[in-house]
């Protein structure tokens, strides 16, 4: 009985990737007023390492009623939660300022913690139905840490593959360079003892 009164208090959760070319948003329903709505967000794929002076992506959470409930601004990455104001569709949106696409990996979960009014008015049931959907919410936070460390780790991985590439490429054109430099300084050195044995022979 115990599993099933948690499978039936499961939240909804969703687990996405969005590439955000300008603004590109993400609907979720929150059918309570007052459910737990949280998340993570991270930028994860670079063409190039950002820059110190890369403004990063905003990101804003909008009520059914228009007002704004979360935002941040100039970030690769952030944690976010709030009580729901109200029932109704919400709106997360991500702005990218560049010009070159970036691609998020987008976290989100609505948690809904019943209390009395929602339950059976079974005296013993009453406490099994909250304590489970509170252990529900409690294992569901450890998850949501996970994808976002997940996340972090993915981006990582990337920047150090990128910048590997890079000091690859930088290596090669050094050595080009050098290989360059040394066959002009021996042609050179060539012209000057030619020169100077056609002199003597004179």
Known sequence: MILALLMSLIGRLSSLSVTVNDVECVYEYVIYEGDTVAGNFVVVDHDIFWSTDHPGIDFTVTSPAGNVVHTVKGTSGDKFEFKAPRSGMYKFCF???YSTPETVSFYIHVGH?????????DEHLDPINVKIAELREALESVVSEQKYLRARDT???????????RLLGY???????LAMASALQMLYIRKLFSKSVAYNRV
């Open 95 to 97: 702005n990218n300022p």
């Open 113 to 121: 913690i019943p209390n009395e009014h929602n339950l059976a008015k």
């Open 155 to 165: 981006r990582h991985r990337h920047t150090n593959e990128s910048t590997r590439k």
């Open 171 to 177: 290596t090669i054109g050094e050595y080009v360079l």
